[in-house]
């Protein structure tokens, strides 16, 4: 499961998805998850579904690296279900009544609706990432933050700490799955026995994980420093963002599909 997490990941490309502003696929991300919550019934939906269908396509991105990154959350979709099944109540007659347990088919519906919306939204920032450099991330981060520089916010070292972050998700998980395994190598056991026994047995991988993130983070700091590097004040860029057409393009369908979602409202 380790290996299943693409968020942070990078696949190189030249498609129409790729090649556009990073500031322009950070706006339309930032709409899209904004979308999933106007959407208020399940017609909504073949909007998001036609939206992301198409930008998959659009971009390339092999489906199993969509389906590989949902699959780390199944765990999580089957709680938000499990809650929302089980806490939900209606007006009517229950559909199951056993003792304590009520199931209405209220809760069935806002199940089913809340699973959706949290796998549209993983797929949606997932896609963000796939199709975009950190670089370039880090580019259309602070240049979407330069606004804010007048009331003392420092963009370009902001920029540049979440997209570290977001670059060293995938690195700690690769460190992770070997520390696993050396630790399964010497006897230790994280398959068998329940959830909590599970998740007991990962705390000895904690110490290892993070006395190797510190020193990572350390190598890091001294190849900046070694490098010169000073923040954003008067550094010059290799490629320097201009919106062109196809950044039209994109963010003509996006006000399109808001319209859509919002229609669907009715």
Known sequence: MIKDITLGQYIPGESFVHKLDPRIKIIISIIFISSLFIINNFKGYIFVVAFIATTIIISKVPFKFIYKGLKPIFILLIFTAFINIFMTTGEGTPLIHW????????GLILAAFMIIRLTFLIIGTSLLT???????LTDGIEKLLNP?????????ELAMMMTI????IPTLMDETDKIMKAQMARGA???????FARAKNLIPLLVPLFISSFRRADELAMAMEARCYRGGEGRTRMKVLKLENRDYIASSFTVLYVLLCIFSRS
């Open 130 to 136: 796939l199709t975009t450099s950190p670089i370039e």
């Open 165 to 168: 972050a977001l670059r060293f």
């Open 189 to 195: 056991d994280f398959e068998s026995g329940n959830l």
């Open 148 to 156: 804010f520089r007048k009331i003392g916010i420092p963009s370009h």
């Open 99 to 106: 003792k304590f347990i009520k199931i209405y088919k209220e």
